[in-house]
């Protein structure tokens, strides 16, 4: 493992652990983004909140597969 891929797998787990705050807080200040708001218009703040969830989680399996050594190429 070199450097490029401890940094991308600290970023992705710093990104999966802001979304993942942001679904539990449910504070409005996390929904300013213009997708997420999107979403929160459209369908409600519950389903926003699933969406950052499931991105937290998603990030959060990317990170800790680029830490185990986990690449595409193989």
Do not use: E, H
């Not at 213009?34 to 979403?39: H, L, T």
């Not at 950052?52 to 986990?70: E, N, R, S």
Request: hydrophobic share 60%; charged share 20%.
């Amino acid at each position: 493992m070199n450097l490029q891929d401890l940094l991308m797998a600290v970023v992705a787990l710093l990104l999966a652990s802001l979304a993942l705050a942001a679904a539990v807080r449910n504070r409005d200040c996390d929904y300013r983004f213009r997708k997420i708001r999107w979403i929160d218009q459209r369908w409600g703040r519950r389903t926003a909140r699933l969406v950052y969830a499931v991105m937290g989680l998603l990030l959060a399996a990317l990170g800790l597969a680029i830490l185990c050594g986990w690449s595409v190429l193989g």
